[in-house]
């Protein structure tokens, strides 16, 4: 026998879409409901940066391939996980989203800092900010999805 045949063959996860329908729909309408109104770019970097510290690859290519096809900047692309470090190529409204993304996904590592939240409300009125915390709780949601059932990166299946 090769060490392939000695492998434990993968255990086959659930289709969430199928096996929860229902619940699969209301988070896409909640996705959309959040969304609505943004700067389709900022929705982007939200996702990546959440699916990034999530470690979810399955979203991350997802995003990424959605933020090029809209024509988002290769070189922001690639700054998104360091972007604190390279703060010219994001504005202060993007930056201030970044930080509240990263506050929000990260929560049990001390909640949302006042701080965090007050440059958050400096850019984002009142609706627009409840639509960006909408936006992190959905992708925080679709990374879990995800890596609970095992996506694999690439395969889109929107």
């Not at 996860?13 to 900022?42: E, Q, S, V, W």
């Not at 290519?61 to 998104?80: F, I, P, Q, W, Y």
């Not at 009125?125 to 949601?141: G, H, K, P, S």
Request: hydrophobic share 45%.
């Amino acid at each position: 026998m090769t060490n392939n045949e000695n492998a434990a063959q993968p255990l086959t996860r659930i289709n969430f879409a199928k096996a929860a329908p229902k619940a699969f729909k209301a988070l896409i309408g909640f996705d959309a409901a959040a969304r609505d109104g943004l700067d389709p770019a900022l929705v982007e970097l939200i996702q990546i940066r959440a699916s990034l510290l999530n470690g979810c690859a399955y979203c991350l290519h997802m995003h990424t391939s959605d933020a090029r096809k809209a024509g988002e900047d290769e070189a922001r692309l690639h700054m998104v996980g360091v972007w604190r470090e390279a703060r010219n190529f994001f504005t202060e409204k993007e930056q201030a989203a970044l930080a509240l993304t990263e506050s929000v996904t990260l929560v049990d590592r001390g909640g949302v800092p006042d701080d965090v939240y007050a440059r958050a409300a400096e850019h984002f009125d009142a609706e627009e900010l409840a639509r960006v915390l909408a936006l992190i709780f959905t992708i925080n949601t679709w990374n879990r999805i995800a890596l609970s059932t095992a996506k694999v990166a690439g395969e889109d299946e929107r």
